[in-house]
């Protein structure tokens, strides 16, 4: 037979999902305004035509457009090494978790 608990340690476990959701960083503000300042060299790949690299050929992905969330992610798994593209990484590298998040509302809402 189990023992009910406490009624304090009920409130405990019943706030335990706010408590955890309240220390996450909370997502950063995007100033579209530097972030298309930081993305003059994505245009040397992303830019072309037919999203095609010039040397060697391959697929770029459209990166203009993409959601916010989805930029965010890219650029920081590239920049954790989780993804790999040499290229890619060095850029991610140099970006700040603002200029991360600047970008993201720049080319979210290309116009």
Request: hydrophobic share 25%.
């Given at each position: 037979m189990t023992r009910p608990l406490p009624i304090a340690a009920s409130l405990v476990l019943a706030f335990l999902p706010l408590l955890a959701a309240a220390q996450q960083p909370a997502a950063t503000a995007g100033n579209a305004t530097k972030g298309k300042?930081?993305?003059?060299?994505?245009?040397?790949?992303?830019?072309?035509?037919?999203?095609?690299?010039?040397?060697?050929?391959?697929?770029?992905?459209?990166?203009?457009?993409?959601?916010?969330?989805?930029?965010v992610n890219a650029l920081t798994e590239y920049k954790q090494g989780k993804r790999k593209h040499p290229t890619?990484?060095?850029?991610?590298?140099?970006?700040?978790?603002?200029?991360?998040a600047d970008i993201a509302a720049f080319l979210s809402n290309p116009k």
């Open positions: 300042q930081l993305t003059f060299t994505c245009q040397g790949c992303h830019g072309i035509p037919g999203y095609k690299n010039a040397y060697p050929n391959y697929h770029v992905p459209r990166i203009a457009g993409q959601s916010p969330q989805y930029l890619m990484q060095a850029q991610a590298e140099s970006f700040s978790d603002q200029d991360i």
